[in-house]
């Protein structure tokens, strides 16, 4: 596990790097904080070192968000937190998305863990105050 403190958006660096170092092995991310924790900032900025084509901006209300990048690649990425239980989760198809082996970028999993691979890469932001966050990699 890798532990980063945080004390600005400009010091995201070294764990967008990590992360990125993770995919060619894995393709399941899943964020973990509080809301305003900075998930979707972070998948952002990943996201743009991807070189995704499209608006980067949050699934929360379509509750899945697909992403092209310029090498043709597709993203998705997943906001759970409107989903009330595993049966919508199946109905909505999230296990076709995680069974696709394209990256999988997916907030809010907390309580869907059982639909997932076993190799899933979990990012937990816990925020400190308006500007500190620490984040923990583990895998």
């Known amino acids: 596990m890798s532990t980063y403190s945080i004390n600005s958006i400009a010091e995201l660096a070294p764990v967008v790097d990590e992360i990125l170092s993770l995919i060619n092995k894995h393709s399941i991310f899943c964020f973990y904080g509080n809301l305003g924790a900075g998930k ?3 998948i952002k900025l990943l996201c743009e070192k991807l070189k995704v084509m499209d ?5 929360t209300y379509p509750i899945i968000n697909e992403y092209k ?3 043709n690649n597709t993203i998705y990425h997943i906001d759970l937190y ?3 239980s595993l049966e919508e989760a199946i109905n909505i198809g999230l296990e076709d998305y995680l069974f696709s082996n394209n990256l999988c970028f997916i907030e809010w999993p907390d309580n869907f863990e059982t639909l ?3 190799a899933v890469i979990k990012i937990k932001i816990t925020k400190l105050d308006e500007d500190k966050r620490t ?3 583990s895998h």
Do not use: V
């Open 135 to 137: 984040i923990e990699i």
């Open 40 to 42: 979707t900032t972070l």
């Open 69 to 71: 990048t310029e090498d």
């Open 82 to 84: 409107r989903l009330k």
């Open 116 to 118: 997932f691979p076993n």
């Open 55 to 59: 608006n980067i901006s949050s699934p």
